[in-house]
Structure formats: C-alpha cells, structure tokens
C-alpha cells in the first residue's frame, strides 16, 4: 500500500478544479490567477530581491 499525503492529495485536487474551470487552458488560468491577484493584492507576499552570494562569500562564511 502506497501512503498518500492527504496536503498533496488536496492541492492536486485544487489544481484539477481549477483547470477544470478554465478549460484546461493554461493561458486562461493564468489570467484568472492575475484577476485574484488584482482583487486581493493584500493576499500577495512582496519580498525585497536578493543578490546571489558568490563562491568567495560563501567560502567566507564557512571559513573555507
């Protein structure tokens, strides 16, 4: 017996249903998704962006 994850098992559900909504259709999911989007911008997460460190920073940090 192969043990499912109930979280996986629900977002593939969630996934379905909304393809299903659409059509199957990624370009109109897309837009649905930005039309959430615009209508809940208090939803969305802004993080500032971030400079990769580099090989010498990071052998710096570990003391290498």
Known sequence: MVWEDPIVAETRAL??????????DLDALVQYLREREREHPER????????PETVAEKEEKSGS
């Open 15 to 24: 996934r379905q249903q909304l393809m299903d909504e659409v059509g199957n």
């Open 44 to 51: 969305l997460v802004s993080l500032p962006p971030r400079r």
